[in-house]
């Protein structure tokens, strides 16, 4: 599959409020599209600009559980800016799409769940090299 910014989604995880506080559910091929391999959280400062790679066969779904962070999605010719605010909404990015995350509040969490281990020749750590990629699909 050849991701384009329409394969990017947000989607709502199941949410259960109580008076003793709420729980968000997050489960391998129910909500989560994928059978879950790794999962990392990062916790930055307001103004933080993190991520800014793309991934040839890693699939990620990202959640903010405090804070907000806006995660800015690009397929070497559409760009478009979600929002993460809620811990019930999360973000589908698929291979090929490159994101960065903008840390709008003070201690932003980000969780991150994939669907590969850690690879480093995984990531186009340069967006030239991404675009380079992406045209020669």
Known sequence: MI????????LKLPHFLE???????????????????RVFVVRAPKNAIRG?????????F???????VNVHCD?????????????????LIPP???AQQDYKTDNSILTVLCDRVYEASDYFREYNLFLEHKSSL
């Open 3 to 10: 991701a384009d910014i329409e394969n990017v989604k947000l």
């Open 19 to 37: 008076d003793n506080g709420d729980l968000i559910v997050m489960e391998n091929l129910t909500n989560i599209p994928f059978k879950i391999l």
């Open 52 to 60: 800014q790679h793309a991934h040839l066969k890693c699939t990620q």
């Open 62 to 68: 990202l959640t903010c559980p405090s804070g907000t």
């Open 75 to 91: 397929d070497g010719v559409t760009k478009k800016t979600f929002t993460l605010d809620h811990p019930n909404i999360g973000l």
């Open 96 to 98: 090929g799409i490159w």
